[in-house]
């Protein structure tokens, strides 16, 4: 359930020092050492899954810190929110395409302040569809691809 050469598994264990905002049994939240911002939090499971495709869907007590980890990630974002920020990104990389640098799942929690949008890291239209059929082949893909991982884990019916 830890992998002895991860950054946040050595962090979870106490070898490397981290500023904590909360703890329990299953999650930890930190402070990023690089905030994007000020108040930039991560919240991490304790168990060693690199993405978020390696969440549980069997294991019960595993099953459990995931439903743990949704939770406390939603409660770090609205108290962040609340207390003393304009608004709260919550971002997610999974693998170094998509800017993953540390893969053990983790949640950014971004407070934001001001009423100037942040500028998003996407950009929104860049993906342009050669026409209806290339659309429709990604859509297509997509559902299948669902279908099969729903039907492989009996999660949802
Ligand atoms: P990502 O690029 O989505 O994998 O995010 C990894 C995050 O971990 C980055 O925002 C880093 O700033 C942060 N980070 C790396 N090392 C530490 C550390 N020792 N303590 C706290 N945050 C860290
Ligand atoms: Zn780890």
């Known amino acids: 359930m830890k992998d002895p050469n991860c950054l946040f598994c050595k962090i979870i264990d106490g070898v ?10 299953n999650v930890l939240a930190f402070l990023d050492v690089n905030p994007v911002e000020k108040g930039h939090v991560l919240v991490v499971p304790k168990r060693h899954w690199p993405t978020i495709a390696d969440l549980p869907v069997s294991d019960s007590c595993d099953i459990r810190c995931a439903e743990e980890l949704m939770y406390i990630m939603r409660v770090v974002a ?5 207390s003393f920020a304009d608004g709260v990104n919550v971002l997610q990389a999974n693998g170094g395409c998509a800017g ?12 934001r302040y001001g ?43």
């Not at 239209?125 to 279908?147: H, M, P, Q």
């Open 115 to 157: 009423k100037e949008p942040v500028q998003p890291v996407w950009r929104s239209g860049a993906g342009k569809y050669t026409g209806e059929e290339e659309r429709d082949l990604f859509a297509k893909r997509i559902s299948e691809a669902v279908n099969c991982i729903v039907a492989e884990e009996r999660i949802v019916k």
């Open 16 to 25: 490397l020092p981290s500023v904590k905002v909360y703890e329990s049994a």
């Open 100 to 111: 993953q640098t540390v893969p053990h799942l983790h949640f950014h929690v971004i407070p």
């Open 78 to 82: 609205k108290a962040v929110s609340s």
